[in-house]
Every structure is written in C-alpha cells, then in structure tokens.
C-alpha cells in the first residue's frame, strides 16, 4: 500500500525492517483460476462486486451478502447497484444470469 500512494521513506523503512528481520517482502504467487481479474477489467468491476455477483448469483439477498461478506446491509445494496449499472441489466436475475454466462456463479 505505502509503495500505490508514493510513500518512498516508509517503503525504504519497511523493507530495511524487513531485511533486519529476514522476511521475504516479494509477494506470493496468485492463481487466478478463478476469472475474476478479467472481468474486473472487461466489466469494469472491482474485486469486490465480482465477489457480491457471485453472491447475486446463487441467489443470495442483500442481508444475506451482508452477512457472508460482514459488511452493512445498505453497502451490500449499493454494490448490487453498481453491478446493474456497469453490466447494464435491470435487475438481480439479469446479473445472475450474466455471473452464470460468464462462468462466474460457479466459483
């Protein structure tokens, strides 16, 4: 995070405490089996709503999305907005209908 926002002391105080204390600072590899990276580039989604589409998908409520993910109900339906604007759909089953196309409900 300190290296996204240009905080060049704390990432050289960072990485010599790191070096002091022999912890490797490279980060581990991801396996992104997953597809979520591509549609949050091709759809323009973050992280997170690719997380609450899988949700939307499986046909989960918004108190419900709230509680797997342990976020408040209100910001849990605005995620679900986001989602409709950005895949352009009306409504949840259209989204879910999307998530399923794009292989996404099953993850």
Do not use: C, F, W
């Not at 926002?5 to 002091?20: D, K, Q, S, T, Y």
């Not at 995620?79 to 209908?97: E, F």
């Amino acid at each position: 995070m300190a290296a996204r926002i240009g905080a060049r002391p704390l990432v050289r105080e960072l990485e010599l405490l790191a070096e002091r204390a022999r912890l490797d600072l490279t980060p581990p590899q991801t396996d992104s089996r997953d597809g979520s990276e591509g549609l949050e580039e091709s759809l323009g989604l973050t992280p997170r709503e690719v997380q609450v589409l899988r949700l939307v998908a499986r046909g989960y409520t918004n108190r419900e999305i709230a509680a797997t993910l342990v976020i408040s109900v209100k910001t849990a339906s605005v995620h679900v907005s986001h989602i409709l604007t950005k895949l352009s759909v009306p409504n949840r089953a259209a989204a879910a209908a999307v998530a399923h196309r794009l292989g996404v409900a099953a993850n």
